[in-house]
């Protein structure tokens, strides 16, 4: 199965800050990754897809690169209902599908 | 609008089968390239994915576990079912179901449940 490593696990952040999230998966998987983000006691939420396509609805703040096995997600002006945790999840053909460990978004 | 919930018992005994279901509205699973998928996440960990179910009735499973995973559809009903075997304490967990879509290549889960909580205890 393909891995996938989240880095940094914990992130701690003030109100305004550039923050990015890195995703490397253990082999090329093009474009197809996804994150989301997850609030306590919530279902995720879908941000991105094909590795960089805003999903609707989602704020022009988040922004997600990369192709083959290095990915970012990036939050160019980080606001208090960001302060959650991301998953990016790897969907490369068939499954099985594998998601990251997760990066949780504190505040600083 | 697209809905989905998650059902089924809160408390299953190690050994015990596990029968969730998913029931939905807004889609249905007769539409070429509509999937749901299971995932699942343990109480403070990370998010997991465990198994989906195609349009045309393709299916697909979590390599760990897929000696002990049944997923099924019926579409009569907007519903699609997860069985897991042999249950264990360490599959205490909430677990979600997802509409997955494919659109210009790309897969993705863009609608989530809510998530049912099952513990596995004696």
């Known amino acids: 199965d393909i891995q996938l490593t989240q880095s940094p696990p914990f992130l701690s952040a003030s109100v305004g800050d550039r923050v990015t999230i890195t995703c490397r998966a253990s082999?090329?998987?093009?474009?197809?990754l996804a994150w989301y983000q997850q609030k306590p006691g919530k279902a995720p939420e879908l941000l991105i897809y094909?590795?960089?396509t805003l999903q609707s609805g989602v704020p022009s703040r988040f922004s997600g690169s990369g192709s083959g096995t290095e990915f970012t997600l990036t939050i160019s002006s980080l606001q208090p209902e960001d302060f959650a945790t991301y998953y990016c999840?790897?969907?490369?053909?068939?499954?099985?599908?594998?998601f990251g460990q997760g990066t949780k978004v504190e505040i600083k | 609008q697209v809905t989905l919930k998650e059902s089924g018992p809160a408390l299953v005994k190690p050994t015990q089968t596990l029968t969730l279901t998913c029931t939905f509205s807004?889609?249905?699973?007769?539409?070429?390239?509509?999937?749901v998928s299971w995932v699942r996440q343990p109480p403070g960990k990370a998010l997991e994915w465990l198994a989906r179910?195609?349009?045309?009735?393709?299916?697909f499973y979590s390599t760990s576990l897929k000696t002990r995973l049944t997923i099924s559809k019926d579409t009569s009903k907007n519903q699609v079912v997860l069985t897991m075997t042999n249950m264990d304490p360490v599959d205490t967990a909430t677990y979600y179901c997802a509409r997955t879509r494919l659109e210009d290549y790309h897969q993705y889960m863009d609608v989530w449940g809510k998530g049912t909580t099952v513990t596995v205890s004696s």
């Open positions: 179910i195609d349009w045309d009735d393709d299916k």
């Open positions: 094909g590795a960089s």
């Open positions: 082999q090329g998987i093009s474009s197809y």
């Open positions: 807004g889609f249905s699973l007769t539409t070429s390239g509509m999937r």
């Open positions: 999840q790897q969907l490369n053909g068939y499954p099985p599908w594998t």
